[in-house]
């Protein structure tokens, strides 16, 4: 009997774009893979206004209608992940399976809005190239910045060349994103939770806790990255994919 893999969707972070999955696009050769811009990040349209986790889950399910795609494995990484939650309330007949990668569930804390906050009057000030000095300490980890100055460059590159509305948008759209935790006893498809030892954004304790949660859920912790494992580390990263795609049974 021939063999059917599931394709999968790819959803990229803050300040990233679908440029951060390119090690997983060019290793997982053998399913369809789709790792679009968000609207605001790189190529994808930056409208003034209309940024929200529900607008981005109506922008990829509607380009996974465009290429004829009903059902599909989602897999998002942090903020890709609080879209991947938006996508199971709004159109959960459209997931086959769940790869949630350096993400986390609740919403922002009163401090976190206020970060948040001030990041917008940076980047409203001072551009892209002011949130990437800021936030690059921050998503990688202490290992990759010490050893990997390749993936520090990509990731800069990422980060700088987003445009304000989009950065914008993008920020009051994770600021206003509403708690998920009730979510996770729901999820009834194959999952997997993976992240960075080293992630200070979604550390690994709640990655675990998250995963725990979910029912069959598979976890793991991918050592010495932070909080973009899939770049940081791709060979470990794309092991526990390949697995849980290969393994997992998809409806
Ligand atoms: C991301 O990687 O998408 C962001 O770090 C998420 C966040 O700031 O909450």
Same mark, same amino acid.
């Given at each position: ?151 520090? +460059?990509?990731? #800069? @590159? %990422? =980060?700088? !060349? ?5 950065? *914008?948008?993008?920020?009051? $759209? ?30 690994? +304790?709640?990655? #675990? @806790? %998250? =995963?725990? !949660? ?5 976890? *793991?912790?991918?050592?010495? $990255? ?26």
């Amino acid at each position: 009997m021939a063999e059917t893999y599931p394709a999968i969707l790819f959803v990229h972070g803050f300040p990233f774009d679908h440029e951060q999955w390119l090690p997983q696009l060019a290793a997982l050769s053998r399913w369809r893979c789709i790792a679009p811009d968000l609207r605001g990040f790189h190529s994808g349209r930056a409208p003034a206004a209309g940024y929200s986790m529900g607008s981005y889950a109506d922008d990829l399910v509607g380009a996974l209608d465009d290429a004829g795609i009903d059902r599909v494995v989602w897999c998002g990484l942090s903020m890709g992940g609080y879209i991947l939650f938006e996508v199971l309330r709004r159109h959960p007949g459209r997931i086959l399976g769940v790869i949630l990668c350096d993400t986390k569930a609740e919403a922002d804390s009163a401090e976190g809005k206020a970060g948040r906050d001030e990041l917008i009057r940076v980047a409203q000030r001072d551009g892209a190239a002011a949130i990437a000095d800021r936030l690059l300490p921050k998503v990688l980890g202490v290992t990759t910045r010490g050893r990997r100055p390749d993936v520090v +460059a990509t990731v #800069r @590159a %990422m =980060a700088s !060349r987003l445009r304000v509305p989009g950065l *914008v948008g993008a920020l009051r $759209a994770m600021r206003e994103r509403p708690d998920s935790g009730p979510l996770l006893d729901q999820i009834g498809v194959p999952a997997l939770v993976l992240g960075g030892s080293e992630d200070e954004i979604s550390p690994a +304790a709640g990655m #675990r @806790a %998250m =995963a725990q !949660r979910i029912d069959g859920a598979k976890y *793991v912790e991918v050592p010495e $990255a932070g909080h973009v494992a899939p770049l940081e580390r791709p060979e470990v990263v794309n092991e526990a994919l390949e697995d849980f795609l290969l393994h997992a049974s998809f409806g």
